[in-house]
């Protein structure tokens, strides 16, 4: 049993440590809820750590209902058949329960629930925020099950819109969870190869968020030290799924990434979001196949830094080849494919998503200016290897 617990706030107040799920009807009360809806995916749904959920919140004399029919990737129709379960069962406030999916989609339907708009009308666009109705909003309570996403920290949702197949950043400050409950023993059924997913999804959050430009030490600092947790226990996490400690580390470090992309994020993000909008790709695993080839693309805007990566990781050797080997090497022992090609995606995807990663708002965190042609030719690398 590990013994890592605490409670803190950044911003966010985080309740983190095994066996916190007992106290989710306390937070749900300390955002004034009386009857919440608890959103989450088919899978979990299913699962005994949502029956104990239901369980924990009616024994307190808390009336919840379940609404879980979100998508890998979740769209409109997922958010808005979620407000409508919202509003017929009288609700006034929303767990988001899951993974990223289920986070996400909580969280949109938290911030629609009282609003006139479409949900396209508050993307993360210019001040396209301030047309919330904020006196609309439901408070939310954030429960992650896996440690990848982070979107439990997060003021934003990534929504799939089907009418040109692209995700969106739905975003206003206040889509930040009132209250985290960070219990770590629910990831441990996580299976390996989605421990593996998420928690490169991390990684890749860390790691763009400290080569994005800009000056941001904070959000620096924050993901350095996210990346060594992530060095030190990924592995540990997905060769043995019970090992509570390395399940706790990696829950904060997930946190962390998402805590410091507010710095920005990249290429990465950039490339595998038309992935996963147009063929259902897992959105952690895209990344962890093209983080070797963004980090090569990028090499001659981010060798300083990775000199000093390397150094606070312990990596063997220095610098920019230190940091490349390591990725290459965890991506090898935690059983990540080499190629897009392996999760599906064709040369000829090339030119049809090249537009719409340079479209996405990840693009502007990247180190280097990109056009339409640099991620077109950035697909083939990825794709061919």
Known sequence: MSALRGNWNYPTRILFGA????KLPQACA???MKRPLLVTDPGLAALPMVAN??????????????????????VEKNVNDGVRAFREGGHDGVIAFGGGSGLDAAKAIALMAGQKRPIWDFEDREDWYTRVDEAGMAPVVA????????????????ITDLRDHTKKIIFHPKMMPGVVIA??????????????????????????????????????????????????????AVADGSDL??????????????????????????LSHPCGANLDTHHGLTNAVVMPFVLAWNRRAIEPKMERLAAWLGLKGRGYAAVYD????????????????????????AAEFAPQALADPSTGGNPLPMTVADFEKLYLNCIRG
């Open 19 to 22: 066996g916190n799920l007992k």
């Open 30 to 32: 300390s955002l004034g």
């Open 53 to 74: 959920a239901v369980l924990y919140c009616r024994e307190a004399g808390m009336p919840v209902a379940v609404y879980s029919d979100v998508r890998p990737n979740p």
């Open 143 to 158: 429960v992650p099950t896996t440690a990848g996403t982070g979107s439990e920290v997060g003021r934003a949702s990534v």
């Open 183 to 236: 219990d770590p023993e629910l990831t441990l059924g996580l299976p390996p190869k989605v421990t593996a997913a998420t928690g490169m999804d991390a990684l890749s959050h860390c790691l763009e968020a400290y080569c994005a430009p800009g000056y941001h030490p904070m959000a620096e600092g924050i993901a350095v030290e996210g990346m060594r947790l992530i060095h030190d226990f990924l592995p540990k």
């Open 245 to 270: 400690e390395a399940r706790s580390h990696m829950l904060i470090a997930s946190s962390m990434g998402a805590t410091a992309f507010q710095k920005g994020l990249g290429a990465m993000h950039s």
């Open 326 to 349: 390591w990725i290459i090497e965890l991506r090898a022992a935690i059983g990540i494919p080499k190629t897009l090609a392996a999760l599906g995606v064709q040369e000829k995807h």
